[in-house]
């Protein structure tokens, strides 16, 4: 479908897949956990779970029994991305049956962190914990001495939980200020006062990767992270302890971890420290969307649109082009890359330019139209950087490709179309007048009757036509039909702030 309506039903996150059961209380972020709601008829101790005949599985061995059974089925592995199937997605894929620890390596916006959260999906939906553990110890092998401690004076009584896949997707963003004890843990003082030694493993507050176990855990950004706190994931990642203040704690965690980075010979913030790399199973390499059909399935996927407006498909592929143009462009700086949300961040702003002119004429349904494109340039400044030489010449940088754009997605749809009446038009001297003020309804009036319009409207915008074109729809053809004449130079224009005049 061409066109992006919004809906008024709540949204998933951006960057979370749309899946999962109904009764799935949602993506986890940061790691936080919440009580998830029991499933019936599932064992509630550790002597019902074994009469039931679970069998308890790594999240490393779960993760690759989950994802051959769904690649043998032929089921979607990782529903919401777009563009990796032939490059990113087979080398995930090897790791994760490898059992490694993966990190994703690649320039901002192209989708790592979704990638990452989609995995998340190849867990069981529902796997049993000891309840009340901070750590979400299996029943059959607690791993914390609290765990231990329980499960030999319990026994079958020891008392289980079940999480859903979502509670066992923990996350962080990188930042500098980020401490060991943040991700790996410390002494609780709380703990200490109520008469406990420092010495008893007890004491310890948790942090967000022992959380995680038997779970996954994403860093973003993991060069951010100080070079002191990326040695302190050595042991985790290799030895599967943890030290604290001191002393080790001999903690066998089952989890597996995976990381985000941009390129080190882009970010100057940091980099990934040598021993920390050699502990990552694998690295994969990611990439911007291979092909046009691409970038529009994920523009259509991200874009959350104002209610009730419509932007046309040809409109779509204008700003999907668009974006890539900038990509392929000599005068940004193409190591710090050209984000997907600047894409979608573009379809955004011309749908609200639609929303405004609406509101302004009165229009019942507002269309997006070629006009709506001239305010395009100017907010999307800040996710692009230019090359050395190119201050001041920003906004026109945009602009010109924002119309190369145009002229290409032109040629596409209405390339071969018979536009003649529409130039007989302005033979005899006539103009027409359009721009962000103009509405549909005085926009046709003033273009007057265009013999084969609805041969033009199915040329260029045949996704969206779903019976009789609304006027919105037709204008929107007609002004696309315009200025491609413009582009193409078989027309003149006379340009203004808010729109311009096509003449002869």
């Not at 004491?203 to 855990?217: K, Q, S």
């Not at 050595?234 to 030895?239: A, D, G, K, M, P």
């Not at 691409?294 to 932007?311: C, F």
């Not at 573009?346 to 405004?356: N, Q």
């Amino acid at each position: 479908m061409g066109t992006l309506r919004s809906h008024s039903s709540i949204r998933t996150p951006r960057g979370f897949p749309a899946s999962g059961p109904s009764n799935s209380p949602g993506p986890t972020l940061l790691a936080v956990t919440y009580a998830s709601p029991q499933p019936g008829g599932y064992a509630h101790t550790l002597g019902a779970l074994r009469e039931s005949g679970h069998v308890h599985r790594s999240t490393a061995a779960e993760l690759r029994e989950n994802l051959l059974a769904r690649m043998g089925a032929g089921l979607p592995r990782f529903p919401g991305v777009h563009g990796f199937d032939h490059t990113v997605l087979p080398q995930l894929e090897r790791a994760l049956i490898a059992g490694h620890d993966v990190v994703l390596l690649g320039e901002r916006g192209q989708g790592k962190t979704r990638l990452i959260r989609t995995v998340a999906g190849l867990l069981d939906e529902w796997s049993p914990t000891v309840t009340d553990c901070p750590i979400g110890c299996h029943p059959y092998a607690p791993t914390c001495p609290s765990c231990a401690r329980r499960s030999t004076t319990e026994g079958d009584d020891l008392p289980v939980r079940w999480r859903h896949r979502d509670e066992r997707y923990g996350e962080k963003l990188a930042t500098p200020d980020t401490g060991t004890a943040e991700l790996v843990g410390d002494v609780d003082p709380a703990r200490l006062a109520e008469g406990r030694s420092l010495g008893d493993p007890e004491t310890i507050h948790y942090g967000l990767l022992p959380r995680a176990n038997r779970g996954i855990f994403c860093v973003n950004e993991l060069p951010d992270l100080p070079a002191r706190v990326q040695v302190a994931l050595f042991n985790v990642l290799e030895e599967r302890d943890l030290q604290v203040r001191g002393y080790s704690l001999r903690l066998p965690l089952d989890l597996v971890l995976v990381a985000s980075a941009n390129p080190e010979d882009y970010t100057s913030r940091g980099r990934i420290v040598t021993p920390l790399k050699d502990r990552f199973g694998a690295q994969v390499r990611t990439h911007y969307p291979p092909d046009l059909d691409h970038e529009l399935a994920l523009l259509r996927q991200e874009a959350e649109l104002p209610e009730g407006t419509v932007v046309p498909s040809h409109l779509l592929e204008t700003v999907a082009r668009f974006a890539r143009l900038v990509r392929g462009s000599n005068r940004v700086d193409q190591r710090s890359g050209v984000s997907v949300r600047l894409t979608v961040a573009a379809a955004e702003t011309v749908a609200a330019s639609a929303l405004r002119r609406a509101a302004l004429t009165g229009e019942e349904v507002p269309v997006a139209r070629v006009c709506d494109l001239v305010g395009v340039a100017e907010p999307l400044l800040g996710k692009v950087e230019f090359e050395t030489g190119m201050e001041g010449r920003e906004s026109s940088i945009l602009e010109t490709l924002l119309r190369r754009a145009v002229a290409e997605t032109f040629r596409a749809r209405l390339g071969e179309a018979d536009l003649e009446p529409l130039g007989d038009r302005f033979a005899g001297g006539g103009t027409v007048e359009s721009g962000d003020l103009v509405g549909a309804a005085e926009l046709l009036r003033r273009v007057g009757t265009v013999p084969g319009l609805a041969g033009l409207i199915a040329r260029a915008a045949p996704e969206d036509v779903d019976g009789p074109p609304t006027p919105g729809l037709a204008a929107a053809v007609v002004e696309f039909a315009l200025e491609g004449l413009y582009l193409e130079r078989r027309l003149s224009k006379d340009t203004a702030p808010d729109g311009g005049v096509y003449r002869f």
